[in-house]
Structure formats: structure tokens, C-alpha cells
């Protein structure tokens, strides 16, 4: 049997220690080479997985390697490029969050995707995880009852990635922590109750930390207006078309205790708390209220990422992690930017 051709796009963390271990796992899988602007990460890259080839250009890969599977796992700038050139050449895209710097890109990724008859799913791995798979057959269950309220936040007390880097450039990451971190837990809530329609956003987003002199952050000396012109917290609150709304805050830094990641449910007959990797259900039983703690806590888990997309690929089940969720999310993060910008309400 002719397994997978699979390249990653992108050397650098998340291909290393997500990407190029998950592929290769699978016995259908064969890791044929990686592609990077950066010749010190593909020797990086190389000394791992020797038999790789390691490309400079993307084109040239797609070429020389007839791929099957890529993984794009640049800065959020290069996305779309990457997954549209790779559409073009015949090869689906296993793409990392957030789908793109905005709602537009995420648009044309989408239709690229439909128009080359290739397969597109996003790198949300939050969405993969054994708690995840717990919270969605608990609603489906009918455990929560109607959701009518969620906050979400992670709000890092000094963690800001790669400062003066991509990170911290808007121009490449298309913004901070919301764009960051947000993606996850504000799609994980809105995928939880079944994606639906925002129907406004009012945010507030401040930057505070860009000339810290604290030694807990380490600035570079010298750091341009240029090098940190994202923010470093994001908060705000969406109202959704099925009358629930949603609360929430995301910082790289922050005067807080102490790191805190965390989605919160509240629905008519139960409620979900998950607060850095532990999960909690809150509900009644003969009229009574009762903690629940499931224990999630097993090896196997329920859905594996990497294979999953390799059963979206051979159509046999629907992707759990499409683009299209990701065109509502970046719809949000603009108008989140946008509100804060605006200092008003933004309404859809
Ligand atoms: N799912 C997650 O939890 C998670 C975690 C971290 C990062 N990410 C996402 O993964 C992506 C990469 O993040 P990272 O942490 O690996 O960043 P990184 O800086 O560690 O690696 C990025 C790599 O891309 C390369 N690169 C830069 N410009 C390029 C270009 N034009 N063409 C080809 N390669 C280029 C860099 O040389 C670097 O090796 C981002 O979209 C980020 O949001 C996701």
C-alpha cells in the first residue's frame, strides 16, 4: 500500500514537537521532507529526522517530493500563501491556529480549498484532547442543558513568546494573545455549542508591557516600536445568535497571582469549569447540587489529530477542526481589534 507523502512547512516549535511527532506515528504516513526560510532550523530539523529532505522553497518541494499531506506551521503571516500554493499543487493541508491574520484570508483559504478539491483542517489541538471529548458527548448528552453563559481566559502573568520576534510583530502575527491564545479557548467554548453566529463584540485591549524593565520579562535593549506593537492583554465580551455570550481575557503579561488558562460553561442544567488541565462538572442530583470529577486521566485518546485528518482525507468522517469555524473565529478577533481600536461596540 502507497502511504502518505507528508512536508511541513515551518522548522521551528510547533512543527518539531507537534507536527513531525504526530505524523510520524502513523504507520500510513511517510515523513519526506521539510521546508523553512531558515537553514539553521532545517539542520536543527534534519539532525532529528535524518532521512528528511530539506527544502528553502516551497515550490520546489511540492515538485520534487509529489506530496500528499503539508502542515503549515509558519508565522500566521505565510497561512494562507502556503496553503493556497499547496492546494495548487494538489496536496492537503493539516494548517496551524489561527487559520489567518483575518477573516478575509480565512475566507479564501476556505473557497481554495473547495475550488482545488483538497481537504483543509486547522491545528486546534485543544479540540483533540480526552477532557474535550468528555465536555462534547456531556452536551450532547444534554448534560449542560441550554448554555447560556461562558467566560474563557489564559492570562499568563509574564510570558510573552519570542519578544521583539514574529510574535510580537502585528505585521506577522496579526496581533498578541488574543490572536494566540484566544483562538483556543474562544473557538474550544464556541465549538462546544455548536459554532454559533457572533452578533457583536465590545473589547478593550491594552499594551503595558513593551518597555517593562522587569527581569522576569528580559526586553532586549532597543526594542523598536515595531518589534512589540501587539497587545498584551486582550478582553471583551460577544453576544451570540443562539442568546448566549461569551466573556473573555487573554494576556502575555499581566500584574495577576499566577498563570491561569481556563474555559467556564454555565448552562440551565449543569455547568463546566476547566481551570489549567482540570476539569469539573457541576450539576444536581435529586434536587441536590453535586460535584462531579471525571477522570480523563486515560492514555487512549478518543480522537488523535494526526489521524484524524487522515480519515477526513479518505472522507470517512467530517472534519472536527474545518476552516469554516475558523472564518467565524477571526471574524471575532477583527472585531475585537476593531472595537478596541474604535472604543465602541461592533455589531454584525
Ligand atoms: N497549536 C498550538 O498550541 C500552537 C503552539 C505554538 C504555535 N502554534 C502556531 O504554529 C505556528 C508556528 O509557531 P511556532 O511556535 O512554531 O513558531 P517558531 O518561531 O518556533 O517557528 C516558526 C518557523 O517558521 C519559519 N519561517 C518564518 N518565516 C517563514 C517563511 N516565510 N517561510 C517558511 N518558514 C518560515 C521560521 O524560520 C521558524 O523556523 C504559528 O502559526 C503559531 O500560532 C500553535
New binding site residues.
Given amino acids: 500500500m502507497r502511504k502518505y507523502r507528508y512536508g511541513c512547512?515551518?522548522?521551528?516549535?510547533?512543527?518539531?514537537y507537534?507536527h513531525m511527532v504526530g505524523y510520524s506515528k502513523l504507520p500510513s504516513v511517510e515523513i519526506c521532507a521539510v521546508?523553512?526560510?531558515?537553514e539553521?532550523?532545517l539542520i536543527n530539523m534534519k539532525a532529528k529526522y535524518p532521512d528528511i529532505r530539506t527544502y528553502?522553497n516551497?515550490l520546489e518541494m511540492f515538485e520534487k517530493e509529489n506530496l500528499d499531506i503539508v502542515s503549515?506551521?509558519?508565522?500566521?503571516?505565510?497561512?494562507k500563501q502556503?496553503t493556497i500554493d499547496a492546494f495548487k499543487a494538489g496536496i492537503n493541508v493539516h494548517c496551524?491556529?489561527?487559520i489567518a491574520m483575518n477573516e478575509q484570508e480565512a475566507m479564501e483559504m476556505t473557497e481554495a480549498q473547495y475550488e482545488y478539491g483538497k481537504k483543509l483542517m486547522l491545528?486546534?489541538?485543544?479540540r483533540f484532547t480526552n477532557q474535550a471529548s468528555f465536555v462534547r458527548e456531556y452536551i450532547k448528552n444534554g448534560g449542560l442543558g441550554d448554555i447560556y453563559y461562558v467566560r474563557c481566559g489564559w492570562r499568563r502573568r509574564r510570558m510573552i513568546?519570542?519578544i521583539g520576534?514574529?510574535?510580537t510583530q502585528k505585521e506577522?502575527?496579526g496581533g498578541g494573545p488574543l490572536?494566540?491564545l484566544g483562538?483556543?479557548f474562544i473557538d474550544l467554548t464556541l465549538h462546544f455549542m455548536g459554532y454559533p453566529d457572533p452578533t457583536s463584540v465590545s473589547a478593550s485591549t491594552f499594551k503595558k508591557f513593551s518597555h517593562s524593565k522587569c527581569k522576569n520579562l528580559n526586553i532586549p535593549d532597543g526594542l523598536g516600536d515595531f518589534d512589540y506593537n501587539i497587545e498584551d492583554l486582550a478582553t471583551g465580551f460577544i453576544r451570540l445568535s443562539n442568546g448566549a455570550s461569551v466573556s473573555f481575557e487573554f494576556s502575555f503579561a499581566m500584574n495577576n497571582e499566577k498563570e491561569e488558562y481556563f474555559y467556564e460553561l454555565f448552562g440551565d442544567k449543569g455547568g463546566v469549569s476547566f481551570k489549567n488541565g482540570e476539569l469539573k462538572i457541576f450539576t444536581e442530583i435529586n434536587d441536590t447540587i453535586v460535584d462531579i470529577i471525571p477522570n480523563t486521566n486515560y492514555t487512549k485518546i478518543d480522537v488523535d489529530e494526526f489521524q484524524h485528518f487522515i480519515d477526513v482525507i479518505e472522507n470517512k468522517v467530517e472534519c472536527l477542526s474545518k476552516p469554516e469555524d475558523g472564518i467565524k473565529m477571526m471574524r471575532i478577533i477583527d472585531a475585537t481589534y476593531h472595537s478596541a481600536e474604535m472604543n465602541k461596540e461592533v455589531t454584525f
Fill in positions: 512547512i515551518g522548522a521551528g516549535g510547533i512543527a518539531i507537534k521546508c523553512d526560510v531558515s539553521e532550523a528553502t516551497h503549515v506551521c509558519t508565522p500566521n503571516k505565510f497561512h502556503y496551524e491556529k489561527p491545528g486546534l489541538n485543544n513568546p519570542k520576534g514574529w510574535f506577522l502575527s490572536i494566540d483562538v483556543h
